[in-house]
């Protein structure tokens, strides 16, 4: 079964950029969608962005215009870029790799992102 490593988080103040990766253990051509999702405490994981095996994305409202993910299918990575990060962003971050046939739904073990001043 495919395992996901997240790398990039770290400490920014607000306006500023992080690059998150995600990287695959195996090919991730045919995982019908990897995503990034973020939770703080007390408070259910979030979905923040996902795109899927077909180019398709998707974004919570509230970093439509800040972030941008991408997914590499040659090198089994998928970053979420993050610009003008605000302390609300503050989180852990999670990779997710969900496939429906045959169906998985794996996660990475998360990064931690802090935005503030």
């Known amino acids: 079964q ?3 490593a997240e790398s990039g988080g770290g400490w920014v103040q607000p306006g500023g950029s992080l690059t998150l990766t995600c990287t695959a253990s195996e090919s991730i051509s045919k995982v019908d ?4 999702y973020r939770q703080t405490p007390g408070k ?3 979905l923040v962005a996902i795109v899927t095996s077909r180019g398709g994305i998707n974004m919570v409202d509230s970093v ?3 972030f941008t993910i991408a997914r590499d ?3 089994n990575t998928v970053s979420l870029q ?3 990060l605000k302390p609300d962003d503050t989180a ?3 990779c ?3 496939q429906a046939r045959p169906y998985f739904n794996v996660w990475g073990r998360g990064t931690q992102v802090t935005v503030s001043s």
């Open 2 to 4: 495919v395992q996901l």
């Open 33 to 36: 969608a990897m995503g990034w």
């Open 44 to 46: 259910s994981r979030e």
């Open 64 to 66: 439509k215009g800040r």
């Open 73 to 75: 299918n040659a090198k």
């Open 82 to 84: 993050m610009n003008s």
């Open 92 to 94: 852990v971050y999670y």
């Open 96 to 98: 997710n790799a969900h």
